[in-house]
């Protein structure tokens, strides 16, 4: 059984959006944060938002900082990840994972410390 579900992803033309889910629930607890993460093609996976569950605090990578916005619904044991303004080299597989306990939100945007993972779903941006 996966533990995190993430869908949402699909091709659209740069300046477009796209809304990602991620449900979860086993870790949406707050005192548990939950992260996106990409990885393009030929590069390193990159942290993008995170959000922590208990203050809905929240972290953004500066390339999407303005464009992305992550967000909670507890009730439906989801995070988002509101995506506008796409540009190609948004490009890439997206992936939620959830750290349990962090000492800070800065904990949550670093892959190593993250204690499960989503399979991943692919956003695709045209030019």
């Known amino acids: 059984q996966r533990e995190l579900v993430e869908s949402g992803g699909g091709s659209v033309e740069s300046g477009g959006s796209l809304t990602l889910s991620c449900t979860t629930s086993?870790?949406?607890?707050?005192?548990?944060?939950i992260s996106w993460f990409r990885q393009a093609q030929g590069k390193e996976r990159e942290g993008v938002a995170s959000i922590y569950i208990g203050d809905d605090s929240t972290y953004y990578s500066t390339p999407v900082k303005g464009r992305f916005a992550i967000s909670q619904d507890y009730a439906k044991n989801t995070v988002y990840l509101q995506m506008n303004s796409l540009k190609p080299e948004d490009s890439a597989m997206y992936y939620c994972?959830?750290?349990?306990?962090?000492?800070?939100?800065?904990?949550?945007?670093?892959?190593?410390?993250?204690?499960?993972w989503g399979e991943g779903t692919l956003v695709t941006i045209s030019s």
């Open positions: 994972a959830a750290r349990i306990d962090p000492a800070g939100l800065e904990e949550c945007s670093l892959d190593s410390g993250m204690d499960s």
């Open positions: 086993q870790y949406m607890r707050r005192t548990n944060c």
